[in-house]
Nanobody, 132 residues
Framework: QVQLVESGGGLVQPEGSLRLSCAAS????????VAWFRQAPGREREGISC????????????YYADSVKGRFSVSRDNAKNTVYLQMTSLKPEDTAVYYC?????????????????????WGQGTQVTVSS
């Protein structure tokens, strides 16, 4: 397991934007698939996005849950060893604790929902609250 650190959460008004960051200090994050999950109060943790690793020719792509497709975008900055989740047009129902998770063997596919048990390494979570 490796330690991941999320940042960038906070309070934002509806239709606002936030960018979450997921950083790692002990590994090259571009050798890992990275997923974003969120958990709202009283609900299960759900996978909302992932991005494949870049170490192989066929590294997988990106995935977005229907609930965030067109509003959220996942990307990497390998120089900073960081994965980002850019969130726009935020809605009150996006309120949750957001987690990033990494795994060297996970194949991120556009039509497969990431599952929590498929990822070994997790961050501590960052709260996102969308409210007026």
């Amino acid at each position: 397991q490796v330690q991941l650190v999320e940042s960038g959460g906070g309070l934002v008004q509806p239709e606002g934007s936030l960018r979450l960051s997921c950083a790692a200090s002990e590994i090259n994050l571009d050798d890992y698939a990275v997923a974003w999950f969120r958990q709202a109060p009283g609900r299960e943790r759900e996978g909302i996005s992932c991005i494949g690793y870049t170490g192989l020719p066929h590294y997988g792509g990106t995935y977005y849950a229907d609930s965030v497709k067109g509003r959220f975008s996942v990307s990497r900055d390998n120089a900073k060893n960081t994965v980002y989740l850019q969130m726009t047009s935020l809605k009150p129902e996006d309120t949750a604790v957001y987690y990033c998770a990494a795994d060297p063997g996970y194949y991120c596919s556009g039509d497969v929902v990431p599952k929590t048990y498929e990822f070994d390494s997790w961050g501590q979570g960052t709260q996102v609250t969308v409210s007026s």
